[in-house]
């Protein structure tokens, strides 16, 4: 973990913000500006939960750690105005690079071209804002959706009735969506009901919205949930029902909360396709500081993902993040963004 000479925490209107400061030497064999100072880099995120959050940040302040930043670390906690505030706050700062992390497109676009016209370089995660001077930061969302509906007609077989958990807006989400909506062209599958809600408590929401679904719908055999959070909520209702054996979630994205759900005995929750997020995290950090000293990380920088069944994790006797990694070296670290330069996250 990051040894933290000053920490201070500020509310900002629904938000929070964590600023971490490292030392002022620069960085041996580094280009400008890392040779000469510490760099600072802002990462503001939309959402303000949740396991996934939480192991991308640990991710980002291991990487800063290693490069010697001063990290910015905030979370608009799911609003649109905060996290503008939030991106407006970092271009006041005048960092030197600020990594957005989700959101939506039209609130961001504007606020992501002012901090460019102030020259602090800007990349962006899991959010397209369309400029060719932000790179993307991406898992393979269509990857993702693909292998896990994949898994679902190999288990299910043609032409199941199904539902999905969505919410439009979010590019992950859209992208993800879009992959299921071809599955239901390409293998006569029947979509029941499309239901979902992005807030402070995702999870319980969503159980809610999911009974309900379940009862008006009892021939739903897949529930498709494109983000990990959506997966909880599912098996929350699906537990209370009583329907295991018969409603199975196939889902998108991992955590150690995610797996302990996958392996409890008669789980619904029975396969999930993924990259780390810690990982994200540290090839954010990496991708804007190649940036900042103007060696680009290229328009698109992709992440692959893997399936990760049930079956796996009970076979492998994997319970935690940490297991995952060692059985599945895809998930230990990622080649993208990297340069000689650039010292590796210390795990």
Not at 144 to 156: C, F, G, I, Y
Not at 295 to 301: K, N
Not at 315 to 331: C, D, M, R, V, Y
Request: charged share 20%.
């Amino acid at each position: 973990m990051m040894k933290l000479l000053s920490t201070i925490a500020v509310a900002v209107v629904a938000g929070s913000l964590l600023t971490t400061v490292a030392s002022a030497a620069g960085l041996p064999g580094a280009p400008a500006p890392f040779d000469k100072k510490a760099v600072n880099i802002a990462v503001v995120s939309f959402l303000g939960s949740g396991d996934w959050l939480q192991a991308f940040e640990a991710g980002v302040k291991r990487q800063a750690d290693a490069l010697g930043v001063n990290l910015t670390v905030s979370q608009a906690r799911n609003d649109n105005d905060t996290q503008r505030n939030l991106i407006e706050q970092a271009i006041n700062l005048g960092v030197d690079g600020i990594i957005i992390n989700n959101g939506r497109p039209e609130v961001l676009k504007d606020v992501a071209q002012k901090a460019l016209d102030k020259g602090i370089k800007v990349v962006a995660y899991d959010v397209d804002l369309n400029n060719p001077q932000v790179p993307q930061i991406e898992q393979s969302d269509k990857d993702m959706a693909k292998l896990a509906l994949d898994q679902a007609v190999k288990d299910k077989g043609e032409g199941f009735t199904g539902g999905v958990v969505y919410v439009a807006g979010f590019a992950p989400l859209d992208r993800r969506y879009a992959v299921w909506k071809d599955f239901i062209a390409k293998h006569n599958l029947k979509e029941k009901a499309v239901w979902g809600v992005v807030n402070d408590t995702v999870p319980a929401s969503v159980a809610d919205q999911t009974k309900a679904v379940l009862r008006a719908n009892p021939d739903i055999s897949v529930i498709f949930t494109p983000w990990d959070e959506f997966a909880k909520g599912a098996k929350l209702a699906i537990d209370e029902l009583g329907l295991s054996s018969q409603v199975k979630i196939y889902g998108v994205d991992t955590s150690t909360a995610d797996i302990q759900l996958m392996v409890e005995p008669d789980s619904a929750w029975v396969a999930t396709a993924a990259t780390n997020a810690a990982v994200v995290g540290e090839v954010s950090v990496r991708a804007v500081s190649l940036a900042i000293a103007g060696q680009s990380p290229g328009r698109s920088v992709l992440l692959q993902p893997t399936l990760i069944t049930r079956d796996d994790l009970i076979s492998n006797k994997i319970g935690t993040i940490e297991e995952l990694q060692q059985k599945f070296p895809a998930f230990l670290k990622s080649d993208a963004a990297t340069a000689s330069w650039i010292p590796a996250a210390k795990n």
